[in-house]
């Protein structure tokens, strides 16, 4: 019983290390481009401030 409980645990373990860095490379993914957007957004601010300044 002891020796499958061990297995166990390194199986956990073995999955959890496998698991976390894609959750990790995910997660980065979508932090750049929530910040990519963000950065459309700004741009897209900008570009109207500026039209509505060459308008006036």
Do not use: A, H, Y
Request: hydrophobic share 35%; charged share 45%.
């Amino acid at each position: 019983c002891t020796i499958i409980q061990e297995n166990k645990k390194v199986n956990v373990r073995e999955e959890i290390e496998e698991f976390f860095p894609r959750m990790w490379k995910i997660n980065q993914d979508k932090r750049r481009l929530m910040k990519s957007i963000k950065d459309q957004k700004i741009k897209i601010e900008w570009g109207k401030k500026l039209n509505r300044r060459l308008v006036r």
